[in-house]
Nanobody, 124 residues
Framework: VQLQASGGGLVQAGGSLRLSCAAS????????VGWFRQAPGKEREFVGT???????RYADSLQGRFTISRDNAKVTVYLQMNSLKPEDTAVYYC???????????????????WGQGTQVTVSS
């Protein structure tokens, strides 16, 4: 599976962005797709994930502002980010895996395939 993240950019605090993660190379519908982010000088962290059946899970700190959805027909997963804050500035990555279980959804090592990342910058 090849993943391509896009949609990043510069936005003012309080604004919104929608990131896309397009997949190619293999049937996508059975995969769990997660979003992670890495801010300058910080470790990469879990943002949220969507299972093959549409169930989602988010980092506690982002619940309510970020929403993940998927369109299996378009082989694309979306990350809608609202009420953005300067601390949301980071490179955002999407990742996919077929063997995740509930306890591993937030673990980077559980995902087999990674996109190249897209930069999101939120100005104050």
């Amino acid at each position: 599976v090849q993943l391509q993240a896009s949609g990043g950019g510069l936005v003012q605090a309080g604004g919104s962005l929608r990131l896309s993660c397009a997949a190619s190379g293999r049937t996508f519908s059975g995969y769990t797709v997660g979003w992670f982010r890495q801010a300058p000088g910080k470790e990469r962290e879990f943002v949220g994930t969507i299972r093959w059946n549409g169930h989602t899970r988010y980092a506690d700190s982002l619940q309510g502002r970020f929403t993940i959805s998927r369109d299996n027909a378009k082989v694309t997963v979306y990350l809608q980010m609202n009420s953005l804050k300067p601390e949301d500035t980071a490179v955002y990555y999407c990742a996919a895996g077929s063997r995740l279980i509930s306890s591993t959804l937030s673990q980077e090592t559980a995902y087999d395939y990674w996109g190249q990342g897209t930069q999101v910058t939120v100005s104050s």
